[in-house]
Each structure stands twice: as structure tokens, then as C-alpha cells.
């Protein structure tokens, strides 16, 4: 599934919940699914503001991934785990917005991944940006990260789902 297809597909499942369903927290520090979907269009954008930076870049960097960048990247997708981020990284999404606003912010994504999406392979590979825990990525992969972030949070949206269901028996 591309990048574009899978963030579709979660623009598609928006259909199926209502506000009461997109803003329910099953309990103390679990999400809920609309800050699900802040979390993943904030870093999507966040990760696309990393492929413009390597496009506006004139320096070349020659250092690669971390251990953990280069396995993530082999295998083309995240582990099966649930990853924690440091405290300070790790604020609640947004909890406020509409499914309309959800789907409005969606389009905004789908638009920029598509503008970029005919772009990242013509940015040089060796103009980079440093990530966290990824080590130096070029423009291309900050772009496959948009989706490989989207897929790993599958998961979660189905554990949010089936909790969903629980709550209203």
C-alpha cells in the first residue's frame, strides 16, 4: 500500500465513528482515536518539513542511519511493538477536532504527499536531515516514512477500535 492509499484508507475509516467514538479515552494515558489521527498528520507534516529541508539544501552529508534506521529501513516498516517516547517528546495529542476537521486535515496531508511524491526522487541523497532515532535520512525516506509511520499505527487503531466496542456493551 502506498503512501497515499494508506492515508486514504484512514480518511475512508473517519466514516465510521462518531465524535463521542473519535474523542472516547478507555483509560488513563491510552489515546483516543482522534489523537490518534493528530499524532500521525502532525508527524506526517513534521516528516514532509524534513524532505523540504533536503530539497532546499546546497550541503551534502555523507553520515548514514542508525543500527535501529537501517534495520527500520530494510525492513521497510516499523517493528510489531509499541514504542515510548521520552516524556518530553510524548505531550497528548489534540483532542478537539470534528471528524470534519480530521478529514479536512487529511486532505491537506493527501495534497502535500502528492506534490511530493513526484518530487523526492529527484533531491539529491546526499542532502540530509538528522532524525532522533533514525540517524541522517534523505528526502525519499523522510517520504516513506510518512506511510511506514501511517502502517505502524494500524495496530493501535484496531486496539482503539476493539476498546470501543467493549464501551459500548
Not at 503512501?3 to 489515546?31: C, M, P, T
Not at 516499523?78 to 479536512?104: H, M, V
Not at 510518512?146 to 467493549?166: D, I, N, S, Y
Request: hydrophobic share 35%.
Amino acid at each position: 500500500m502506498s503512501n497515499l492509499e494508506v492515508v486514504e484508507a484512514f480518511k475512508n475509516d473517519l466514516q465510521n465513528y462518531s465524535l463521542d467514538q473519535l474523542r472516547h479515552i478507555s483509560a488513563e494515558g491510552v489515546w483516543s482515536i482522534g489523537q490518534m489521527y493528530d499524532h500521525l498528520i502532525v508527524v506526517a507534516h513534521e516528516y514532509l518539513d524534513n524532505a523540504e529541508t533536503c530539497a532546499a539544501s546546497h550541503e551534502e552529508c555523507t553520515l548514514g542511519k542508525t543500527e535501529f534506521g537501517e534495520k527500520l529501513f530494510t525492513m521497510g516498516g516499523f517493528p510489531p511493538i509499541k514504542i515510548k517516547l521520552p516524556d518530553e517528546l510524548n505531550a497528548p495529542p489534540n483532542n478537539s477536532d470534528s471528524k470534519d476537521e480530521l478529514i479536512s486535515r487529511l486532505d491537506q496531508l493527501i495534497s502535500r504527499l502528492s506534490l511530493w511524491e513526484i518530487k523526492v526522487d529527484s533531491i539529491n541523497p546526499n542532502y540530509k536531515v538528522q532524525h532522533g532515532g533514525f540517524g541522517w535520512l534523505h528526502a525519499r525516506e523522510w517520504y516513506d516514512l510518512v506511510g511506514m509511520h501511517f502502517r505502524h499505527h494500524l495496530r493501535q487503531k484496531a486496539e482503539l477500535e476493539q476498546k470501543l466496542k467493549k464501551a459500548v456493551k
